[in-house]
Each structure stands twice: as C-alpha cells, then as structure tokens.
C-alpha cells in the first residue's frame, strides 16, 4: 500500500490561492486519511483520500468527525 503524501496543495474557493493541507494524522487505518489547512484568507480547507463512505462522511461534517471500526 502506498503511504498518503503529507501534504497536498490546493486552490482556495474564496480567494483562489494555492492553499496547502496536512495529513491530520498517520494512523494504521488504510480507510481513510483526513487532511486540513487554513488559506492565508482565512478559509479553512478539509479534504480526505481513501474509502468513499468514509470520506464522505468526513467532508459532511469534518469538524467533530471520529473514525470508529
């Protein structure tokens, strides 16, 4: 399996400047890596890579999201 990038990069919806998030944490769950950043706007950017269920759920409502197995 390969190891999820520590960082990504994206553009910012509101200002449309490159926005970096960092994997929130390394963990042995495969299912799913949060990420997180802030836009120097001060936008806050979720994103997630690895399973669509539990993605989904993360980006629906990432501030008190908890991944359960």
Request: charged letters at 15%; aromatic letters at 6%; one cysteine or more.
């Amino acid at each position: 399996m390969l190891k999820a990038p520590r960082t990504l990069t994206f553009k910012c919806v509101k200002c449309a400047k490159a926005v970096q998030v960092r994997l929130q944490k390394v963990s042995a769950c495969s299912h799913i890596q949060p990420y997180v950043g802030v836009c120097p706007c001060g936008e806050v950017k979720h994103h997630a890579i690895g399973q669509k269920d539990a993605v989904a759920s993360y980006l629906a409502a990432p501030e008190g999201w908890t991944h359960h197995h």
